[in-house]
C-alpha cells in the first residue's frame, strides 16, 4: 500500500472501531440493565429497544450513501457521527425504557457505514481493497473481542446509562478522527455523471452480493440466541464465554490473514469466497449437531474458529467486491444498498432467531441457517473473478 492509502486504511478502520466498540459495549449487558429502567418488565420492549438500531439504520444507509456520492463523504460521515454521539447521550440520560428506544433510534440514524466504505473505496487501489476492507473487519472484530471482556467489567463501576455516554464519547472522537487524520477527500466523483438506485439495481453481481450480506448477517445474530446457551450446557459459565470467544476471533484474523490475501492475489478470490459459504453452512450443521447431543468446549471452540473464519473473510471480500463492481459515480448508491441488506440482516436475524429458539429449539435454528448458507452458496456460485490481481498473474477460475 502507499502512504495514503495505509493513512486512509488505518483512519476509517477506526472510525469503525470507535462507533463498534460503543456498540458492542452495549450488547452483552443490555437486557439484564435495560430491565431495571422503568417499563422494564416489558420483555417485548427490551426487544424493540435493542432491535430498533438496526431499523433505523437499514432505512438510512442508502440515503447517507447517495448523499455521499453528491454532497462529499466527509460531510455525511461527520453528520452520522454527531447524529450517532446526540442518540448516545439521549439513551444515557433516558430515565425510561421508551426514551432509551428513542436514542437507540436515534443511534441508528447515524448510519454512515455506507458513506465510510465508499470513501475507502475512493482512496484505494482495486488490487489492495480487499487488505484495505479486512482492516475494517479486523477493527470490528477486535472491538467485538474486547467488549466481551470489558462490558461487565465497565457496567458494574459506570451502569447503563455510563456506558452510553461512552459511546457518545468515542462517537465525537471519530468526529476528530474524520477531520484531522482521514487524507483529503478525493473530489473526481462530483463531476461524474450521478448513479442512483435502478443503476446499482440492474447488475446482478451486486445483487447476489446484496443477498449475500443479508443472508450472512442474518445467520450470525440468529445463532447468536442459541450458541450462548450451548456453552452454558457444555459446562462453562456465562462469565466466563469469552474464553471461548477471544481466542476462536483472534486465531481466526491470523488465518485469514496469512491465506485470504495471496490466494486473491493469484486470482482464487471467487474458491475462497465459496468455500467459506461452505465452511459457514458446515458450521451451522456442526452446531445442530451439538444442540441435538451434549456440547463440549473444545468442539465448540473448533466450530466458532471455523465460523469466525468464513465469516471474517467473506466481511472483508463482499464490500471490496461491491466497490469495484459498482460505477464510480454511483459507489455510494451501491454500498448504501449493500448496508442497508446489511442492516435489515441483523433485524431480521434477530427476530428469526428468537422465533425459532422459541419453537423449534436450538436444533431447529440452526437447521434453518444452515439452509440459508446453502441457499446463498447456489445464488453466489455463478459470480466471476475479478480481474484485480498483482501484475504478471493472471485469473484462475475459481
Not at 52 to 72: H, K, N, P, V
Request: proline share 5%; glycine share 12%; net charge positive.
Amino acid at each position: 500500500m502507499t502512504p495514503v492509502e495505509l493513512r486512509a486504511s488505518f483512519s476509517l478502520a477506526s472510525i469503525f472501531a470507535l462507533r463498534m466498540l460503543g456498540l458492542f459495549l452495549i450488547l452483552p449487558v443490555f437486557a439484564i440493565e435495560a430491565a431495571k429502567y422503568p417499563g422494564g418488565d416489558n420483555v417485548a420492549l427490551i426487544g424493540l429497544t435493542m432491535g430498533i438500531y438496526g431499523l433505523t439504520q437499514a432505512m438510512l444507509q442508502f440515503l447517507y450513501g447517495m448523499a455521499s456520492d453528491r454532497l462529499g463523504r466527509k460531510r455525511v460521515i461527520i453528520f452520522g457521527l454527531l447524529l450517532f454521539a446526540v442518540g448516545s447521550f439521549v439513551a444515557a440520560w433516558a430515565p425510561s425504557l421508551t426514551w432509551l428506544a428513542i436514542g437507540r433510534a436515534l443511534q441508528g440514524a447515524g448510519a454512515v457505514s455506507a458513506a465510510v466504505t465508499a470513501l475507502l473505496a475512493d482512496q484505494t487501489r482495486d488490487e489492495v481493497r480487499t487488505k484495505s476492507m479486512a482492516l475494517v473487519g479486523i477493527s470490528i472484530g477486535l472491538m467485538f473481542a474486547l467488549s466481551l471482556v470489558a462490558a461487565p467489567l465497565l457496567v458494574a463501576v459506570v451502569g447503563l446509562n455510563g456506558l452510553f455516554a461512552v459511546t457518545g464519547a468515542l462517537a465525537l472522537l471519530g468526529v476528530a478522527v474524520v477531520i484531522w487524520w482521514v487524507p483529503p477527500e478525493p473530489l473526481k466523483h462530483k463531476d461524474m455523471p450521478r448513479g442512483g438506485l435502478m443503476e446499482v439495481l440492474r447488475l446482478p453481481a451486486l445483487l447476489r452480493l446484496n443477498f449475500g450480506v443479508f443472508v450472512l448477517h442474518a445467520v450470525q445474530l440468529a445463532m447468536w440466541m442459541a450458541v450462548p446457551a450451548l456453552l452454558v450446557q457444555a459446562g462453562l459459565a456465562r462469565d466466563h464465554h469469552w474464553w471461548v470467544y477471544l481466542p476462536a476471533v483472534l486465531g481466526s484474523f491470523i488465518v485469514m490473514g496469512g491465506s485470504l490475501f495471496q490466494l486473491e492475489k493469484r486470482g482464487y478470490l471467487r474458491a475462497v469466497f465459496l468455500l467459506s459459504i461452505g465452511l459457514a453452512a458446515a458450521v451451522q450443521l456442526g452446531l445442530m449437531l451439538m444442540a441435538a447431543t451434549t456440547p463440549s468446549v473444545g468442539a465448540m471452540v473448533a466450530l466458532l474458529f471455523v465460523f469466525f473464519y468464513g465469516f471474517n473473510v467473506l466481511e472483508a471480500s463482499q464490500p471490496s467486491m461491491v466497490s469495484r463492481l459498482a460505477p464510480a459515480h454511483a459507489r455510494g448508491a451501491a454500498m448504501g444498498v449493500y448496508n442497508t441488506l446489511q442492516s435489515l440482516g441483523f433485524f431480521a436475524g434477530g427476530v428469526m432467531g428468537g422465533w425459532l429458539v422459541k419453537h423449534t429449539g436450538a436444533p431447529g435454528l440452526f437447521a434453518v441457517c444452515a439452509g440459508l448458507m446453502g441457499l446463498w452458496l447456489l445464488v453466489a456460485w455463478p459470480m466471476t473473478t475479478l480481474a484485480v490481481n498483482a501484475p504478471g498473474l493472471a485469473p484462475k477460475a475459481g
